[in-house]
Structure formats: C-alpha cells, structure tokens
C-alpha cells in the first residue's frame, strides 16, 4: 500500500533546496498545523522530525500513529516556532532534513489581509495498492506497418561518347528496398548507368530485395558531332542558265575574248571572304581547241571550266565545301551553283566570241538569287533580261541530309514556223504546266534573244539551225527544261 499526501495552504511558494531524493515538500505554519489534518494509518511506518537545535534526528519507526499524534500535539515538538523548518517526503518518508527559514511566519497576508499567510486551506491523501498476486494485464500496441515508397527510376540528359558511336544514360533510384538489381546484376547504391548505341534505345529491368520491378524505357538517341560548318552547314544548291547556248549541230563558234570574270563571296556578318579574279581561268579554257567552241566541244569545255574555278576557290579558302559551280550534260546548257544559305555570292562573266561574222558579247551576273542578262551585237546592247534561279536542293552539311528540288516532265516538244524574218516558236505540253506557270526562253541569234511568254515570235539575224532554249516553272516552283535545235528558213 502507498499514497501521497497533498497539502493546499495560502501564501507564496519558496522553492526549497532539494536534498538527497526528496521531491514532494510543502510547508506549514507550525507542527501543530501539519499532524493537525494528517490522517496517517498504520501502514504509515516512517517519519522523522528534527528541529534546528542539534539537527537531532528522531526515529518514530516503531511508533504507532497514535503515538507519534499525540508525542507532536501534546508537548515535545509542540512549541516549535516559525523559524523552525519542516519537510514532509511522502514518497520517502524516512527522511525529514532541518533547513531553517523554511517555515513562512504568521501574519496578515499582503495579497489578502484576511487569510493569514501560510493557513493550511485543505489536504487529503491518494492511496494506491500494489497487487503482486493480481492477473497480469498486458498492453500491447500493435505494431504499425511501415509504408515502402513506390520502386521508381527517374532518367538523366543522355551522355554520348567521344567518337559519337553510343551513348550513356544516368538513372537515380528511388524507393523500393535496397539493394538493387539492374537487368539481373545487384548494384551498390541507388545510381547506375546505361550504355546504348547511338541511333538506338532500349529497355532497363529495375527490381529490389521485396521483388518489386519496373521496366524503363530509354527512348533511341542519334549522337552527333557538334558542327562547326557556317551558317549550321545548311546550304542552297540551285540552279541557273548558262551564259552561252550550246552551238546547234554544225555551228561553230570563235572565242574571243574574257572582259570580265570575277567571283565575291561574302559571310554571314557580311564580311567579304573571297575577291579574286578567274579571268585567266576562263580564258584559257576557252581558247584550247584553236578558239573553237563546237557543239562537239561545248560540254566539255564547260566541264573543264567549272572544274578549274571550284579548285581554285577551294584553295584560296581552304574550303571547298564553300562555294562550287557543277555543270550536268545531260540537263543542257544549265549550271548549278552551291554555296551557304547565309552567305551571299556574285559571279561576273563577261565574254565575246564570233559567229558568222557577228561580233557578240554576253555578260552574265549570278547571285544567291537570280543571273541577269546582258547581250550586245557589234557593240550595241540589243537586250537586258533577268532570271530566277530553279530547281533549288536543300542541304544540310553537317548531318548530310539532303531535300530534294521539285522537277516535273511536262515539256513534249518544240516547234518552229515561219522564217529568219519572222518566226514563231511554240511548245507542246504534256500534261499541261497548269494556270500559274512561268516560261523563259533563250533563242539563239534572235531577236529578242529572251521571252517570258508561252509561245517566242520576232526575227532571226540569219537563216539556219539554231539553239531554243525553253524552262517551264509551275506555281508549285517545280520546273522542267528543254532545248531544241529547230531550222530557220530564209
């Protein structure tokens, strides 16, 4: 059996010094005042008392309550004063310690003149029993059930390696139960990385130690090498007329001479690049062969001529990825000029030659988007013509793709009536260009040398077998080409 005893008094608390394990302390006005209201039983066996003269302990172990009772009213410990001191230890009631000022003396309360400081107010006691003989009773909380995160595996940027040819993919793990197992292997930690090949993808098997799994899909990765090529190696590939008609069967043209041959590339902050002169070029090639530029001959020469001045450039830049001129054969009297899309180009040819006793000069100046025309007979400009570049082809030169030009067949045939003093020249389609559609002409020694419309009419300088020249461009901007050699009657 056991118990604690309470006492509510008025007045202010001091806190006492504690001593030893003494905790539960309260004080009174008197001995009298305490033992006064204690209702002790006989199970109480243990109290002590000391007063300050000697600190003299006395043991009321053996004593029974009535004893001790009547020992403190009736006279031993019964004139105590208020400078005496008391401490009362329930929870150990063996031990009372003399510690002086501990009581708090009579007299008028300054919080209440009516109640004296120190008056006990009320007490009681709490007993409790300790059964040892008593059925357990067990407590038992369950236990709650840790909630395991959701497996997942979160992907970084892909890391492609030094020669392109495959790349990595860092992974970070999250929740689940280490350790890990990545595509069957245990891993240490919760990071790995995946090796793929460029161009491809795949699928990672993540699982860990409870048997959760989750399939990762690695989506395909090109790696490609950083480029370095101007304007991001997106070029223009297009194409133009050539600044001579190819001779006609048995014509024969004499070169004479290159006024002019100059090539001006110019890069994507405008600065000039390249300013040479490609005369001697030109002239050079041409004047092989006796100055003698044939139908037999002419394509050669061109080849030759465009071989010579894409070489020299390449040279001068050190690049020949920056600018060349190609000439095809098989699509006639047509040159192809590439270069790149932010840079921009002029090309100035200016030549004579010969042909049955008539002087004739042409000049031709290309750029990045159109050549303009300029033709004299006998040192008369007769005529002045511009027209756009075709048949353009998208490049790129850093991944090597390529978008292709529109080109369509619709030119059937060319036909010629009338005479030098008045001709008519008209095509035949099939199927139709459509409504929309753009013709150019170029009829060699004819007078207009250059027509925009569908059917060419005017006069030639001479009877004979001459070159026309037809190029059909559709509003779609897909163009097809023909040259024909027709006979003009006298």
Same mark, same amino acid.
């Given at each position: 059996?056991? /118990?604690?005893?309470?006492?509510?008094?008025?007045?202010?608390?001091?806190?006492?010094? =504690?001593?030893?394990?003494?905790?539960?302390?309260?004080?009174?006005?008197?001995?009298?005042?305490?033992?006064a209201n204690v209702n002790l039983t006989d199970?109480?066996?243990?109290?002590?008392?000391?007063?300050?003269?000697?600190?003299?302990?006395?043991?009321?172990?053996?004593?029974?309550?009535?004893?001790?009772t009547n020992t403190i009213v009736g006279g031993?410990?019964?004139?105590?004063?208020?400078?005496?001191?008391?401490?009362?230890?329930?929870?150990?009631?063996?031990?009372?310690?003399?510690?002086?000022?501990?009581?708090?003396?009579?007299?008028?309360?300054?919080?209440?003149?009516? *109640?004296?400081?120190?008056?006990?107010?009320?007490?009681?006691?709490?007993?409790?029993?300790?059964?040892?003989?008593?059925?357990?009773?067990?407590? =038992?909380?369950?236990?709650?059930?840790?909630?395991?995160?959701?497996?997942?595996?979160?992907?970084?940027?892909?890391?492609?390696?030094?020669?392109? $040819?495959?790349?990595?993919?860092?992974?970070?793990?999250?929740?689940?139960?280490?350790?890990?197992?990545?595509?069957?292997?245990?891993? /240490?930690?919760?990071?790995?990385?995946?090796?793929?090949?460029?161009?491809?993808?795949?699928?990672?098997?993540? /699982?860990?130690?409870?048997?959760?799994?989750?399939?990762?899909? *690695?989506?395909?990765?090109?790696?490609?090498?950083?480029?370095?090529?101007?304007?991001?190696?997106?070029?223009?590939?297009?194409?133009?007329?050539?600044?001579?008609?190819?001779?006609?069967?048995?014509?024969?043209?004499?070169?004479?001479?290159?006024?002019?041959?100059?090539?001006?590339?110019?890069?994507?902050?405008?600065?000039?690049?390249?300013?040479?002169?490609?005369?001697?070029?030109?002239?050079?090639?041409?004047? !092989?062969?006796?100055?003698?530029?044939?139908? !037999?001959?002419?394509?050669?020469?061109?080849?030759?001529?465009?071989?010579?001045?894409?070489?020299?450039?390449?040279?001068?830049?050190?690049?020949?990825?920056?600018?060349?001129?190609?000439?095809?054969?098989?699509?006639?009297?047509?040159?192809?000029?590439?270069?790149?899309?932010?840079?921009?180009?002029?090309?100035?040819?200016?030549? /004579?030659?010969?042909?049955?006793?008539?002087?004739?000069?042409?000049?031709?100046?290309?750029?990045?988007?159109?050549?303009?025309?300029?033709?004299? *007979?006998?040192?008369?400009?007769?005529?002045?013509?511009?027209?756009?570049?075709?048949?353009?082809?998208?490049?790129?030169?850093?991944?090597?793709?390529?978008?292709?030009?529109?080109?369509?067949?619709?030119?059937?045939? =060319?036909?010629?009536?009338?005479?030098?003093?008045?001709?008519?020249?008209?095509?035949?389609?099939?199927? $139709?260009?459509?409504?929309? !559609?753009?013709?150019?002409?170029?009829?060699?020694?004819?007078?207009?040398?250059?027509?925009?419309?569908?059917?060419?009419?005017?006069?030639?300088?001479?009877?004979?077998?001459?070159?026309?020249?037809?190029?059909?461009?559709?509003?779609?901007?897909?163009?097809?080409?023909?040259?024909?050699? =027709?006979?003009?009657?006298?």
């Amino acid at each position: 059996m056991g /118990g604690t005893f309470i006492i509510v008094y008025h007045g202010n608390y001091t806190p006492p010094n =504690i001593i030893g394990n003494i905790r539960d302390v309260f004080i009174a006005n008197t001995i009298r005042d305490v033992f006064a209201n204690v209702n002790l039983t006989d199970r109480d066996k243990t109290l002590i008392i000391a007063n300050l003269e000697g600190s003299i302990n006395r043991n009321f172990t053996s004593i029974s309550t009535e004893n001790i009772t009547n020992t403190i009213v009736g006279g031993t410990f019964n004139n105590l004063t208020p400078a005496d001191g008391i401490v009362f230890n329930p929870s150990n009631p063996g031990i009372i310690f003399p510690r002086p000022g501990t009581f708090i003396p009579r007299g008028p309360s300054p919080d209440d003149p009516e *109640v004296e400081t120190g008056i006990v107010i009320a007490d009681f006691y709490l007993p409790y029993l300790c059964c040892s003989d008593c059925p357990p009773v067990q407590y =038992i909380l369950p236990e709650v059930p840790v909630q395991t995160e959701r497996l997942a595996v979160s992907q970084g940027a892909p890391q492609c390696s030094q020669d392109n $040819s495959s790349f990595n993919v860092p992974c970070t793990i999250t929740g689940g139960t280490p350790p890990y197992i990545v595509n069957g292997n245990a891993i /240490g930690g919760s990071t790995f990385t995946q090796t793929f090949a460029s161009g491809q993808g795949g699928e990672i098997k993540v /699982g860990d130690s409870t048997g959760q799994e989750t399939i990762v899909s *690695v989506a395909p990765h090109t790696c490609v090498t950083p480029c370095d090529k101007p304007c991001g190696g997106e070029a223009l590939r297009c194409r133009y007329l050539l600044f001579m008609s190819k001779p006609a069967p048995n014509n024969r043209v004499l070169y004479e001479f290159t006024e002019v041959a100059r090539l001006i590339i110019t890069n994507e902050i405008g600065q000039v690049i390249f300013n040479d002169s490609v005369q001697n070029i030109v002239d050079e090639i041409l004047s !092989a062969n006796n100055r003698s530029i044939s139908n !037999a001959n002419f394509d050669n020469k061109i080849g030759s001529l465009v071989k010579r001045i894409n070489d020299f450039v390449a040279e001068k830049l050190g690049d020949a990825d920056i600018f060349r001129i190609e000439y095809d054969p098989t699509q006639g009297a047509i040159i192809s000029i590439e270069h790149y899309a932010c840079h921009t180009f002029e090309l100035d040819i200016m030549i /004579g030659y010969i042909q049955n006793d008539i002087n004739v000069q042409v000049r031709a100046i290309y750029n990045q988007d159109k050549v303009a025309f300029q033709v004299r *007979v006998n040192n008369q400009i007769t005529e002045e013509f511009e027209m756009i570049k075709f048949g353009c082809t998208q490049l790129n030169k850093c991944n090597d793709s390529i978008k292709e030009d529109c080109q369509i067949t619709v030119i059937k045939d =060319i036909n010629a009536e009338g005479n030098s003093e008045k001709y008519s020249i008209s095509p035949s389609f099939s199927p $139709s260009p459509g409504a929309g !559609a753009k013709f150019f002409w170029v009829m060699e020694w004819g007078t207009p040398m250059f027509g925009t419309t569908e059917k060419m009419e005017g006069t030639f300088i001479m009877p004979g077998f001459v070159q026309a020249r037809l190029l059909v461009i559709d509003a779609q901007g897909c163009w097809d080409y023909s040259e024909k050699a =027709i006979q003009i009657r006298g």
